[in-house]
């Protein structure tokens, strides 16, 4: 929702897209120390990683997306009758579904990405940990194995987003 605010109001763009940019490019890894120290080791730490490393940059995907929705379409909503909350909620979000799935789709792969540095940085399970003792152990092996079970999952969930896509948003084909 704050994206699609983003950018279909001027003020709410002008408002948030500095302080966005400015945490978007703030490099998510060098934060995981202090999330340990915040938040500690485990499960709230990894989400909180993750959450860190994507949302701001699904923020400006899903502006873009909401600002390139047909001005054609907005404009014949208002001349039937639109207030600029019904045009949001009737014509800009389901507009901008398509769209705003592609961009999950996406950042999803970044997700993966970080929930693994996550895992190598500070962890008792998981695919990253399974990485770092394998390379302690110089077992190349099971590193492959780590980095192919990613790869799998991140397919997997590519996949699942695209049927989503297709189900949710069939008239966009």
């Given at each position: 929702?704050?994206?699609?605010?983003?950018?279909?109001?001027r003020?709410?763009?002008?408002?948030?897209?500095?302080?966005v940019?400015?945490?978007?490019?703030?490099?998510?890894?060098?934060?995981?120390?202090?999330?340990?120290?915040?938040i500690?080791?485990?499960?709230?730490?990894?989400?909180?990683i993750?959450?860190f490393?994507?949302?701001?940059?699904q923020?400006?995907m899903?502006?873009?997306?909401?600002k390139?929705?047909?001005?054609d379409l907005?404009?014949?909503?208002?001349?039937?009758?639109?207030?600029?909350?019904?045009?949001?909620?009737?014509?800009?979000?389901?507009?901008?579904?398509?769209g705003?799935?592609?961009?999950?789709?996406?950042?999803m792969?970044?997700?993966w990405t970080?929930?693994?540095?996550?895992?190598?940085?500070?962890?008792?399970?998981?695919?990253?940990?399974?990485?770092?003792?394998?390379?302690?152990?110089?077992?190349?092996?099971?590193?492959?194995?780590?980095?192919?079970?990613?790869?799998?999952?991140?397919?997997?969930?590519?996949?699942?987003f695209?049927?989503l896509?297709l189900k949710?948003?069939?008239?966009?084909?």
């Amino acid at each position: 929702p704050i994206g699609l605010m983003m950018g279909s109001f001027r003020v709410v763009q002008a408002f948030l897209e500095p302080l966005v940019n400015f945490i978007r490019y703030l490099p998510v890894t060098s934060f995981v120390p202090l999330f340990i120290l915040w938040i500690g080791i485990g499960l709230e730490q990894r989400v909180s990683i993750i959450i860190f490393g994507v949302f701001f940059q699904q923020l400006v995907m899903i502006a873009d997306v909401s600002k390139g929705i047909s001005k054609d379409l907005i404009n014949a909503s208002y001349t039937l009758g639109s207030s600029r909350t019904d045009a949001v909620l009737h014509v800009i979000a389901p507009a901008s579904l398509p769209g705003v799935l592609d961009t999950l789709r996406v950042t999803m792969g970044w997700a993966w990405t970080y929930l693994v540095v996550a895992e190598l940085v500070a962890a008792s399970s998981g695919l990253g940990y399974l990485s770092l003792k394998a390379m302690r152990g110089f077992q190349v092996d099971v590193i492959f194995l780590a980095i192919a079970v990613i790869g799998l999952l991140g397919l997997i969930t590519d996949q699942l987003f695209r049927f989503l896509r297709l189900k949710v948003a069939a008239w966009a084909q």
